[in-house]
């Protein structure tokens, strides 16, 4: 799975009761009920450009080659009072027609309640979808400066020289921030502390990639670096998953994609898409698309050996 490709945790409209079928349109202030059986799968999209998206041919859910779009956010809220929001994705079939909608959560919704529809923002729909899927790092982050300092990620400023492995300081030209939720699909893997040489303890998004240099090919990837995504590096030991009900998620930009220190070891840094754009400044026109990085990532046969961790730690030492 490439970087365009998106891995969204959602649940199917089916798993709410009294969701609207194709047809039919949600109400605002109506009661939908998330089933006590209900439970979020995977949607894969392609997600290179601009809407529609495409379902991807091994995506759980959704009819592979067909259309998705943001559909719009909805904000409910809770038996307890409190506030939650999800954003639709609207399946298409060939000849235009919806087909199926999928609701994914953006704050943490729990099966077995009744929410209540209090409005809908077809408007955020893209913003929302687009800071959902941006490649983002956890505040308290630290990202080696040019002179060699660290510093969390929430205390950089557009200007800052950040140093990158391929092209020495950097300024950085954009940060986003948002907040999300951090359970199920979306919980952020933790690296210890000294795991892969890091500084300290690394959390990390669990589609971040991190770059590794093999000085010896015990992987079989035909190629010495290697782009690996933090969720494939999971071992149950010194690399699990860290649940966490909301998250503060920053983006960092350069003039090109790159490859950066955090916490002392080699991540990729977010990436200038068509469908971050709308979250950019006016006349802020990056494009990384000429890179290079993508070739990098390590093919999904290889990601899944169990021993995934273990394998680069001992072909980064040689």
Known sequence: MDASCQYLSVY???????????????????????????CETGLILSAAG??????????PAGSPGADVYPETVARLT???GSAAAALVLAEV????????????????????RAYRLTGLSEDEALSRFAHATAVSFLAGTQLTLANGAQVPVEALRPGDRVLTRDDGARPVRWI?????RGDGAMAPVMIRAGTMNTLRDLRLMPAHRLFFYQRQDVLGAGRAEVLVRARDLVDGAAITRQPQPHLDLY?????NHQIVF???????????????????PPGLALDHRASGHDAL????ALARRPDLALALARASRG
Do not use: K, T
């Not at 601009?50 to 995506?59: E, K, R, T, Y």
């Not at 990532?297 to 999904?300: A, I, K, Q, S, V």
């Open 12 to 38: 199917r409209a089916a798993d709410l009761a009294g969701a609207p079928g194709p047809d039919g349109e949600w109400r605002v202030g109506q009661e939908y009920n998330l089933l006590p059986e209900a």
């Open 93 to 112: 079939d060939a000849s235009g027609a919806l087909a199926a909608r999928y609701v994914m959560a953006l704050s943490r919704l729990r099966p077995g």
């Open 262 to 280: 955090a916490e002392g070891i080699c991540v990729e840094s977010s990436i200038a898409s068509q469908q971050l754009a709308p979250l950019l």
């Open 176 to 180: 986003g921030h948002n907040r999300a």
């Open 251 to 255: 983006q960092v930009l350069f003039d």
């Open 78 to 80: 809770a038996p307890d």
């Open 297 to 300: 990532e390590l093919d999904p």
């Open 50 to 59: 601009l809407p529609p998206f495409v379902v991807a041919p091994d995506s």
